[in-house]
């Protein structure tokens, strides 16, 4: 089953009772038993629900997993992924990542003894060199957020199966539509689901996927134990967005191109970051992972300040000023006040994010449209 299939069929089945097509909401928190024990596969809305079981069906077809795990946000899928881990064990991070990421390994973890490293990893070299002792979980983001760096997942896997470490790829900026981290060696792939997989800004929502049913089990544990699931409402809404994917990853990654090819030549843009440039680092793996090159663009001002950037953001009509990404309308955001913020200046500053840095969610709606709007704006 191709993709353009598998986002509309995979898992779903039209619902026995009703003939109806859409999988229904079981807005129900427990289920009745004829007998303990004697139950239809259901007994309490935390540990399954029909809706949500039919969405994890179908997001494991899209990343060609065995299995899906679903929870209340991406960061709730990135808890649950930590939480295989124990004191004193380490997790070896790609350096530019996303904010929430970091302050969850940093402020959270760190006072259970876990311990995080954030490293370059455009050079898959690197990674093995940096590998220690008590290395446990490789965490990858590619391309990353917001310097839309490549990793080569592949290689990264490679070496970390070599070693027994787990490796997890943040595959949200690409969607399963460009990328599948588990065809390339990775042991997880995380999406937060809020983004591109649901597609209009309607609902928060986190998702795992493996390719090894022992994992998914303990995940699934995790899931039930802890209890961040999301609620049948939400899973309705992600298995609605999944419908479309692949018809507005396409749109918005041509939008993408183009404004990235505008913007430099733009005389008041001094970098622009997009995987799809030639010049771009990496770009031949990311030639070789990914079908697009996806449709986040980041860029900087000549006028390195921030109030030369807060001018621009607070001057665009069609993209809108506000944090996430992923939906059918155009975003512009400010990664150094919003979703970066988090995240010392120091190290902000080491992997290229300024403080004019402007990162873009390039929507779906008509290029030219977009362009004369950043063309007002700048």
Request: glycine residues 8%.
């Amino acid at each position: 089953m191709k993709f353009a299939t598998k986002v509309i069929h995979a898992g779903i089945e039209p619902d026995p009772s009703t003939g109806a097509i859409m999988t229904p909401i079981f807005q129900t928190s427990t289920y009745v038993q004829a007998a303990p024990g004697d139950h239809k596969g259901f007994e309490y809305a935390r540990t399954q629900n029909p809706t949500r079981a039919a969405l994890e069906k179908n997001l494991a077809a899209l990343e060609n997993g065995v299995d899906a795990i679903c929870f209340g946000s991406g960061l709730a899928a990135q808890d649950a992924v930590i939480k295989l881990l124990k004191s004193g064990d380490e997790i070896l991070s790609v350096n530019d990542l996303y904010g929430g990421s970091y302050r969850q390994m940093v402020r959270v973890y760190a006072q259970w003894g876990l311990k995080s490293r954030f490293i370059d990893m455009y050079n898959a070299e690197n990674v093995a060199r940096e590998i220690g002792p008590d290395t446990k979980l490789i965490w990858i983001e590619t391309p990353t957020n917001p310097m839309l760096k490549i990793v080569d997942i592949a290689a990264v896997c490679a070496i970390a199966r070599k070693k027994g470490i787990m490796t997890v790829v943040d595959n949200t900026f690409a969607s399963p539509y460009l990328q599948n981290p588990l065809d390339l060696g990775a042991d997880i792939v995380l999406h937060s689901a809020t983004k591109y997989i649901g597609g209009h800004s309607d609902v928060v929502h986190g998702c795992l996927i493996v390719k090894n049913q022992e994992l998914a089990d303990k995940l699934h544990f995790i899931q039930n134990a802890c209890g961040a699931v999301p609620g049948p409402q939400d899973c309705f809404l992600i298995l609605r967005g999944i419908k479309t994917l692949h018809l507005r990853v396409q749109r918005a990654c041509e939008n993408a191109e183009k404004i990235a090819h505008y913007l430099l030549k733009h005389p008041k843009v001094s970098k622009v970051y997009w995987p799809g440039f030639a010049s771009h680092p990496n770009h031949d793996i990311a030639k070789k992972q990914m079908r697009m090159f996806g449709a986040m663009v980041s860029f900087d001002l000549v006028d390195n300040n921030m109030a030369a950037a807060t001018k621009i953001l607070s001057s665009t009509h069609l993209f809108s000023l506000a944090e996430s990404l992923g939906g059918v309308e155009s975003l512009i955001g400010h990664p150094a006040s919003m979703t970066h913020a988090s995240i010392p200046k120091e190290e902000r500053l080491k992997v290229g994010l300024t403080d004019s840095l402007i990162r873009l969610s390039v929507g779906v709606e008509d290029v030219d449209d977009l362009i004369a709007d950043l063309e007002k704006a700048l």
